[in-house]
């Protein structure tokens, strides 16, 4: 090498390693997932969906951060620069992209023993109407939830009266152990009281599957 090209080198010689240190740097990244992950759900998906998952996410992935924004009302995931969503299925836009999460859910309408024994039992959707049942408000909409039913090819929306509203189903469910009336939650949400008698399920057949998360 002549003298120039030795003084050259010289010269280059830290910004070459720097260069050769930041391509190292880079293949170890590309080879080990890292970054931070923003997804939008409603209450219900992240503890049913996102919580099971996140113990073994978080040891196989340690260089990814998982932001879980609990959002009652629906969010436009493009403009908040979320990168996902959780949703259920029949409420999705029709040039979302999705893959489904979750198995099919079900609604349950509940009371307790000691309500029924006051009340009686209702046989049909239509019987309701002369209960007291505990109302939902939607927090997307802010209206009060038409209790859907659907038996066979027969559909029907039942507007409901009742002592109380909520827009939580955890608390709808607290309400009807109480025995405060008749409430209609996602099934799940009252699986373990239905085994242990201190709920009853009500007109189960007019609760069909339906697309889950």
Not at 64 to 93: K, M, P, Q, Y
Not at 114 to 138: E, M
Not at 158 to 163: A, F, H
Not at 181 to 207: M, P, T
Request: a neutral charge; hydrophobic letters at 45%.
């Amino acid at each position: 090498m002549t003298q120039a090209g030795e003084r050259l080198l010289a010269r280059l010689n830290p910004a070459i390693n720097e260069i050769s240190t930041a391509v190292e740097a880079l293949g170890e990244i590309s080879g080990r997932p890292s970054g931070h992950i923003r997804i939008s759900a409603p209450g219900e998906a992240a503890r049913r969906v996102i919580a099971p998952a996140l113990p073994k996410f978080v040891d196989n992935y340690p260089d990814i951060v998982v932001e879980v924004l609990i959002e009652r009302a629906f969010t436009n995931i493009v403009e908040r620069r979320l990168d996902a969503g959780i949703r259920l299925g029949e409420s999705l836009a029709k040039d979302v992209v999705a893959v489904p999460v979750s198995g099919p859910l079900r609604m349950a309408a509940i009371a307790s023993p000691a309500y029924l024994k006051r009340k009686g039992v209702p046989k049909t959707p239509r019987d309701l109407r002369s209960h007291r049942c505990i109302n939902l408000r939607l927090p997307s909409a802010g209206t009060i939830y038409k209790w859907e039913f659907e038996r066979g090819t027969e559909k029907m929306e039942i507007t409901v009266d009742g002592p109380l509203i909520f827009d939580a189903g955890g608390m709808v469910v607290d309400a009807a152990l109480a025995g405060v009336g008749i409430g209609y939650v996602l099934e799940d949400r009252a699986v373990d009281h239905f085994k242990s008698g201190q709920l009853v399920r009500l007109l189960a057949d007019w609760c069909p599957p339906f697309p889950g998360f």
